[in-house]
């Protein structure tokens, strides 16, 4: 079986060979030779263990953090070890800043409008407050409470109605009318101001004492400019005498 198997293996070459010199070798043009490479190595066979498409970026991006990190250890004191340290060394002292000095919050350089663009009623700020202290965002309720106060007295035409008018404003000019409240309305307009602009987080008492401010204001009769207490003309009856 093997000889003849050699037999026919050598007849078969002496065949090519005698084929080959009796006829031209074929050739195939290059443009079809191309394509039919392209052809053939599109075959999903010849990809089946290439890395998809994300494992080559991952990879690209790896080697991109290794050539990093190898570029900064060879300028670093110490080598890679002393580049570990560096950074080690930066991570904690920014935590440490920020567990001491907590989240930055932008600071105020002046007070600002009490009212935003959009005007609404006492009735309206009052329900805002009232929404929001049920959830307990005290801070807001702080906020609403305020300014339904501002705009309660605006609509009794006990302050102008004034765009840009900041807490503090309000509480002194509505302090001139009525002055039995005059602290309080002060305080409230530093609740305001602390939880506004301040950075600071209101409480359930802030919010309750702001409430019963407005609602001691709502019954409250104002000072009139020029008028004098009930007891003045008593005082000078009294000295008269």
Do not use: C
């Amino acid at each position: 079986m093997s000889l003849a198997g050699g037999v026919l293996t050598t007849a078969s070459a002496l065949s090519l060979t005698a084929r080959s010199d009796d006829e031209p070798p074929l050739t195939i043009p290059r443009d079809p030779a191309r394509e039919a490479a392209r052809r053939e190595l599109s075959k999903q066979m010849y990809h089946e263990n290439e890395p998809s498409w994300f494992q080559r970026a991952l990879d690209a991006f790896w080697n991109w953090v290794a050539d990093l990190f190898n570029s900064a250890s060879t300028v670093t004191p110490g080598g890679p070890l002393g580049l570990v340290v560096v950074i080690l060394v930066v991570v904690a002292v920014l935590g440490a800043l920020w567990w001491r000095l907590g989240t930055p919050r932008r600071q105020p350089t002046s007070s600002a409008a009490l009212f935003d663009d959009r005007p609404r009623s006492a009735a309206e700020h009052r329900a805002a407050a009232e929404a929001h202290a049920v959830q307990g965002h005290w801070n807001q309720a702080v906020q609403e409470r305020m300014r339904a106060i501002v705009r309660s007295l605006e609509e009794r035409a006990l302050l102008d109605v004034r765009p840009g008018r900041t807490a503090d404003e309000a509480a002194a000019e509505a302090g001139r009318s009525l002055p039995a409240h005059t602290d309080r309305l002060r305080a409230a307009a530093r609740d305001f101001d602390d939880v506004t602009y301040g950075g600071r987080t209101a409480t359930r008492q802030a919010y309750q004492r702001i409430a019963e401010l407005d609602r001691d204001l709502e019954n409250s009769k104002p000072q009139l400019a020029g008028s004098t207490p009930s007891k003045a003309p008593n005082a000078r009856q009294g000295a008269a005498e």
